[in-house]
């Protein structure tokens, strides 16, 4: 097996993030799956590896600003996803949740499926605030002192802790996999009101973060903390 064959996905992602767009194309899930090769993922969805390995290859290297995260300290990065991307998903959520509910209300009795929108977008947005305040609490701080003392003991089980916070971000992917079929991949209906269209660009840009924030963790974060034990 050559070198490109044993790179996993969320490394080809973590040194140039452009690929995402590769992977996406092909239904490839990079963020909670990034630990499977491309020949692993494509027999598992039948998939031919060729034309995903040519595609790569021709995808322009991203700049030294995109391509950044993977070189950073443990500290800088956890600040970086505190200070970007745990306040998006929190003031966002607000937005969304008050656009959402109006939509319902609204529009609800002529597009039902926006019942399912907000009932899948709320548990996700719930799920996702509990998950990452406690990472602020609890992980955040750790990865801090490790880097100043490697004496330091998380306290408690890390992998498992890890684990934990991986099967959480799982589901939410699949939760916002569900969204995006419901909305016919955020799309708003044919002469939708401002506020329909301004929900649904809101709920794509929402899942756009979350994929690079569960990669950011998934694939760069949590390796890196777990190679320092």
């Not at 039948?46 to 595609?55: R, V």
């Not at 419901?182 to 044919?190: A, G, I, N, Y």
């Not at 840009?205 to 950011?216: M, N, P, V």
Request: overall charge negative.
């Amino acid at each position: 097996m050559n070198q490109l064959q044993e790179k996993t996905i969320g490394e080809y992602v973590a040194e140039n993030f452009r690929t995402a767009a590769v992977f996406k194309k092909y239904g490839i899930n990079f963020c909670c799956k990034g630990g499977r090769t491309i020949e692993e993922t494509c027999r598992m969805k039948d998939l031919d590896p060729a034309p995903i390995y040519e595609d790569l290859k021709n995808t322009p290297q991203g700049t030294a600003e995109e391509n950044d995260f993977n070189s950073w300290s443990l500290t800088d990065l956890a600040d970086y996803i505190k200070e970007v991307h745990h306040e998006y998903i929190q003031e966002k959520s607000i937005y969304l949740l008050q656009f959402l509910d109006k939509l319902c209300r609204v529009h609800g009795e002529r597009h039902p499926e926006l019942f399912k929108i907000n009932e899948l977008f709320t548990l996700s947005s719930q799920n996702l605030i509990v998950h990452l305040r406690d990472a602020e609490e609890k992980l955040f701080p750790y990865i801090r002192e490790k880097e100043q003392n490697s004496e330091i003991a998380f306290g408690g089980d890390l992998q498992a802790y890890i684990e934990k916070l991986q099967a959480v971000y799982q589901t939410e992917k699949e939760r916002f996999e569900e969204i995006a079929r419901v909305s016919d991949d955020f799309t708003p209906p044919e002469g939708a009101c401002t506020t329909y269209r301004v929900t649904f660009q809101m709920l794509n840009e929402f899942d756009e973060y979350l994929q690079l924030y569960i990669h950011l963790e998934n694939n760069i974060l949590f390796p890196k903390l777990l190679k320092l034990q």
